[in-house]
């Protein structure tokens, strides 16, 4: 079942969307090949802390994070992934490890992978691990006003 939240957001705003559902997978590798898009077009969704504040890094499923790079480009002393106890009640309406990269509904700053930019359409858990959001990337650019930054690399599988 979809969360409420993000569905009614994306209905209110007008945005087109396409939901699917998938068999239960946990990494985003595996998400995209249940589902058949390219790991490149599933965004994944990293949670940073950054000087002691919580952010949301949004990256292709297929690629790294560069964490001198990030921590340059935000300006950060300090960049690390923040632990589960950290986030885990941030996001009352996801399974831990599911949350879409609507960081603006949870009030935090989106950091977004300018190689996802670069994607048409992107595909994203919505909440779950049955279950993904496909939109355009400019509808979620307009409604997330994510900052758009070079910090990762593609991983070799």
Do not use: W
Request: hydrophobic share 40%; glycine share 4%; with cysteine.
């Amino acid at each position: 079942m979809l969360p409420n939240k993000l569905t009614y957001y994306l209905d209110s705003n007008r945005v087109k969307y396409l939901t699917m559902t998938h068999s239960p997978a946990y990494t985003s590798q595996e998400i995209a090949a249940s589902v058949h898009i390219p790991g490149k077009s599933l965004a994944k969704t990293v949670l940073i802390k950054a000087d002691g504040k919580l952010l949301m890094a949004v990256l292709p499923a297929s690629y790294k994070i560069k964490f001198a790079a990030l921590k340059r480009a935000i300006g950060a002393n300090e960049v690390r992934l923040a632990y589960e106890q950290e986030f885990k009640n941030q996001f009352p309406d996801c399974e831990v490890g599911a949350m879409p990269p609507f960081g603006n509904l949870y009030n935090m700053e989106v950091y977004v992978s300018k190689s996802l930019a670069e994607d048409y359409e992107i595909a994203f858990n919505a909440c779950n691990h049955n279950n993904l959001i496909k939109m355009g990337f400019k509808d979620f650019q307009r409604l997330v006003e994510p900052k758009i930054l070079e910090f990762t690399y593609p991983s070799k599988l």
